[in-house]
């Protein structure tokens, strides 16, 4: 610390960054980063960074900009003032540093890892959320009635220990069957993954993960596969430059060996707009099944300034088998659930 | 906030009669028989703020003259289309804020829209200037660490902004962001001299 004369007294003043924590971030933070403080000063209760599963999974570039424009910039208290100011961009990137210090167990993923999640590509990054998965898709064949078949996906996912988190997965059929529409669940299915290898110094991630369906839907409509199938799967993520890269590899097993196995392939590529939570951002996947291919380019948006709520859309368009295979509008709902929604007051 | 809105309504009366001159101005002196508040208690940074501050809340010397007191004038119509009256020069698009001993220096001020606010301190110790409009919204919330450091940011088209430190709970400040800030003049002992100046409507 440097001396300066204030008055008749001789304050010292930080110059290293866990110095400055003391002097500037303890006042609400604490010292400790647990955010209890014995006379608060704010009206808020700051989060407590010694949480680790609060504060991993949330990206270097979100705390960054949250020190450099404040709470508002990530939808956060605007009782956390902005030092974009003050602060240059290497100390705030040393400070968010410090923060991750906070943190004492190791093991959990960074995230730095935690990408966008894409429409139909399996994200590598374990999470906390609740998804609404919408499929539309239109048939009009010449010399017979069009039909419109719809689908919805609702899945819950959560995290368990550090790395590992499980999903169960409903989906809802409303299929047109000239007729009569018919309305019937599907194959209900429940996976878990895991993070095998997440990178600490450059954003990597490799997850394997085992997915069950369980034939709760009926199987001469379509809506199920009659028997249990498993499918192990590899999720992967990485970036390049400012470019989102994912890919999932799965198989699908029938425990009813007469069904024959299904290879799946899908791969992202996608950017943000901006660095905000609410940022649009742009991708282009390609999903492959055994030898058809559908490219499906889409658009996704964070829906609150924390980015707990998202949305995306995109259009699956068959690349192979044109005169076979429909169009589909497919997207999604997302809730990061242990995120807050918006600021507290 | 309450003990501004009511020392507004005290100024209305003395202008309202001009509304059908071209040109006028008041003079007078804010009074009150309110009675100055007991000292804050500093319980941080007691080094730099000192060990209690006065409450600036209400500022009156022995006559009950007020400080920090800002007319709002109703019913006046435009002169042209900047707003001003003949002979007025429009006021300064950038005013300052400076944080010194745990206080907002001034405590209050009229500025006219959306002009540049130079916010600083003057203490080694971290200070946040955080303008608030009425309605809760916030205008910015900067961080001002060092000594010295001068950071500025746009006040917004119109309103009372609040103005408080994260850090230093006591501390209060006040911007009126209005049109009719061209003139307008606040001294520590009371109004005087203050121009009756357009607001944008006849409100």
């Known amino acids: 610390m440097t001396a300066l004369t204030f008055g008749a007294q001789e304050l010292a003043q930080p110059t290293t960054i866990p110095e400055m924590w003391g002097a500037w971030c303890a006042r609400c933070h604490a010292d400790d980063g647990s955010g209890k403080v014995e006379e608060p000063t704010i009206t808020v209760e700051p989060m407590d960074f010694t949480d680790c599963k609060v504060t991993t999974p949330e990206p270097d570039a979100d705390w960054e900009r ?29 400070f968010v540093l410090h923060m991750r210090g906070f943190c004492k167990e190791t093991g959990w993923p960074s ?23 919408p499929v539309v898709s239109h048939e009009a064949e ?22 590992a988190m499980y999903e169960v997965g409903i989906p809802f059929y409303n299929w047109d069957f000239q007729t009569a529409r018919d309305t019937e669940i599907g194959d209900v299915s429940v996976a878990i993954k895991y993070a095998a290898y997440a990178s600490t110094t450059t954003p990597r991630i490799v997850s394997f993960g085992l997915e069950a369906t369980l034939p709760t839907g009926e199987l001469y409509k379509g809506f199920g596969k009659g028997t249990v199938v498993f499918e192990p799967y590899v999720a992967a993520g990485a970036m390049l430059g400012d470019w989102y890269i994912q890919a999932q590899g799965k198989v699908e097993l029938p425990a009813d060996s007469l069904i024959d196995r299904e290879y799946l392939y899908n791969a992202y590529v996608g950017r943000d707009t901006s660095a905000a939570p609410t940022t649009w951002t742009l991708g282009l996947e390609l999903n492959g099944e055994n030898r ?3 490219i499906t380019p889409q658009v996704r948006k964070g829906l609150t300034g924390t980015g707990a709520l998202a949305a995306s859309l995109g259009v699956s368009i068959p690349v192979k088998y044109r005169g076979e295979k429909v169009v589909s509008w497919v997207g999604y709902l997302l809730w990061e659930f242990l995120e807050p929604l918006r600021a507290r007051r | 906030m309450g003990r501004l809105l009511a020392l507004g309504i005290l100024g209305t009366v003395a202008c309202a009669s001009l509304a059908n001159a071209q040109t006028g101005s008041v ?7 309110a009675k100055g508040l007991a000292p804050v208690r500093v319980t941080i940074d007691q080094k730099v703020c000192g060990a209690d501050l006065p409450d600036a809340a209400i500022v009156i010397d022995g006559q009950g003259r007020l400080a920090n007191a800002v007319v709002v004038l109703t019913g006046v119509k435009p002169f042209d289309s900047r707003g001003l009256a003949q002979g007025q020069r429009p006021a300064a698009t950038e005013t300052a804020i400076t944080n010194e001993k745990c206080a907002f220096a001034p405590r209050v001020q009229v500025v006219r829209p959306n002009a540049n606010v130079k916010t600083t301190s003057k203490d080694p110790v971290l200070h946040t200037t955080n303008a608030q409009l009425e309605n809760g919204r916030t205008l910015f919330n900067v961080a001002l660490p060092i000594a010295g450091l001068t950071v500025t940011k746009s006040i917004g088209p119109a309103g009372t902004v609040r103005l408080t430190c994260n850090t230093h709970p006591w501390m209060r400040g006040w911007v009126v962001v209005t049109l009719m800030a061209t003139g307008l003049r606040i001294r520590t002992r009371g109004i005087r001299d203050m121009y009756c100046l357009p607001p944008t409507s006849g409100n």
């Open chain 1, 66 to 94: 949250a020190i450099a424009k404040g709470g508002p910039g990530v939808g956060l208290s605007p009782e956390m003032p902005g030092f974009e100011d003050s602060l240059s961009a290497a100390q705030i990137s040393a």
């Open chain 1, 111 to 133: 995230g730095n890892n935690n990408f966008p999640r894409p429409i139909i590509t399996e994200k590598a990054f374990p999470e906390n959320e609740f998804l609404l998965l």
């Open chain 1, 142 to 163: 010449p010399g017979s009635a069009s039909a419109t078949d719809v689908s919805l996906n609702v899945v819950y996912e959560r995290r368990f220990g550090r790395r």
């Open chain 1, 292 to 294: 058809d291919l559908w």
């Open chain 2, 27 to 33: 003079t007078g002196t804010i009074t009150t028989t």
